[in-house]
């Protein structure tokens, strides 16, 4: 029903044919936690080692330059994917320390301080909430947040008196790991901006899932995560608009991102060399464009569209067995393909059991939302999420395994 040939785009993931130890075929239902990768991300990479590995940035020779060529033309392939410029795009290790880097950043920068408010969101991944719980502690700032409704959405009713005068930076998710709700990010940063202060989107579900566009996303900072867009771990990306990234310090510092250094006192390079200290991961850089290629390829509209058949159905199954309650949105128009449920009477890790029997891998616990899962009262959830190559057959399977936990456990 939708543009993907899934039955096609299977056969560049290998891994989805494995037979797991309990003898059943694997289906593979957590690129929420990380995604598999295809053939060509891995054939990137290793043409890379094969051809042209060397340190980038550094020597005189043939090496050095082909490696620098492929890493840069990365960060640019990768910067059209979202509607950037090369230049405000830094490669860091995953979503995490993009966060982490901007706040330690503004801080040091001196954008927030004593009686300043941050506000993030109760349905934040740790990620996104910590790093602003210590940039406040650091610098006896308050840390404010939107409160969510019962049906998983952002509670938008206290935007105004949320964000305020007083509000130095709104840092959310675009899309929930947890609930799958999509945010409103362009409203929350309108009003943001009207008040002077600066949006941090975690992106981290959203851009392997939609087209995303810095432009027209509202943002001033946006971080995401290779290894959940069919790219390698251990390469993340965070995008920032040039003038903000031009006033924050380093936040590693060492080779790669001097200018003029003295025994003393070090002057650093612009942006993106002033925050990519040391030899960057350069294969990872390579097979994370190829995976941007290989998502262009199918289209991002795609993508999203198949998703959202697939989570309307999966939302459908589950909706039918009595004693399975969903965690999240019920309209799948505004919401990605994470599904996070709970069954009556059965642990999510037992749920979660009988499902790995089956050879269906979903996600249970908190999924480092902790204050999500208790604002929900829940212990944890189990997570079911779908990417480009499911099927509508598991998400079938998805129910089934369900069913079977509760006559397993009746
Ligand atoms: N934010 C969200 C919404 C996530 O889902 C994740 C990964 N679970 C992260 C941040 C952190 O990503 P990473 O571990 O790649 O830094």
């Known amino acids: 029903t939708t543009g993907i040939d899934v039955e096609r785009v299977r056969e560049d993931f290998p891994i989805l044919g494995r037979t797991l130890d309990s003898g059943a075929r694997l289906i ?3 690129s929420g936690a990380t995604t598999q990768r295809p053939l060509q991300v891995l054939d990137a990479e290793r043409d890379f080692s094969l051809h042209h590995n060397a340190a980038v940035h550094r020597g005189a020779h043939q090496l050095s330059v082909e490696a620098t060529e492929a890493y840069e033309g990365a960060r640019a392939r990768i910067a059209a994917f979202v509607g950037a410029a090369a230049d405000e795009i830094v490669f860091t290790k995953n979503t995490t320390e993009g966060i982490n880097l901007v706040a330690y950043g503004l801080g040091h920068a001196g954008r927030v301080g004593p009686g300043d408010t941050i506000v993030v969101t109760e349905m934040e991944h740790h990620a ?8 406040a502690e650091r610098t006896g700032a308050t840390l404010t947040w939107f409160g969510l409704t019962d049906d998983g959405r952002l509670d938008l009713d206290r935007l105004e008196e949320l ?11 675009h899309q929930s790991n947890v609930l799958g709700t999509l945010n409103p990010v362009r409203t929350i940063a309108d009003r943001a901006h009207a008040v002077g202060a600066l949006v941090v989107v975690d992106g981290a579900q959203s851009v392997p899932h939609r087209p995303v566009d810095v432009g027209e996303l509202g943002a001033d900072f946006l971080a995401f995560s290779g290894h959940k867009m069919l790219g390698p771990s251990g390469v993340g990306v965070l995008w920032g608009r040039a003038a903000l990234l031009a006033e924050l310090p380093p936040f590693l510092t ?13 002057t650093f390079l612009p942006p993106p060399q002033r925050f990519e200290a040391g030899v960057p991961m350069t294969s990872q850089a390579v097979g994370l464009a190829a995976a941007v290629d ?10 999203a569209a198949h998703e959202q058949a697939l989570t309307a159905l999966a939302l459908d199954l589950l909706d039918e067995i009595p004693g399975v309650r969903i965690i999240g949105p019920g309209n799948v128009a505004d919401r990605g393909s994470a599904v996070s449920f709970v069954v009556d009477g059965i ?9 790995d029997d089956r050879g269906i891998a979903v996600r249970t616990g908190h999924h480092c939302a902790r204050p999500l899962t208790r604002r929900y009262a829940v212990p944890a959830t189990t997570r079911a999420s779908f990417y480009l190559y499911n099927t509508e057959t598991e998400a079938h399977a998805l129910a089934e395994g369900v069913r079977a936990a509760q006559k397993y456990f009746a």
């Open 294 to 303: 290989y998502l262009e390829a199918l289209g991002m509209r795609e993508v």
């Open 347 to 355: 642990h999510p890790h037992d749920v979660g059991q009988i499902l």
């Open 28 to 30: 593979y239902l957590d």
């Open 128 to 135: 996104n909430l910590v790093p602003w719980q210590q940039l």
């Open 163 to 173: 964000v305020d005068e007083s509000t130095k930076v709104v840092a959310l998710t």
């Open 254 to 266: 060492g080779g790669s991102m001097i200018e003029v250094v003295e025994m003393t006192h070090s």
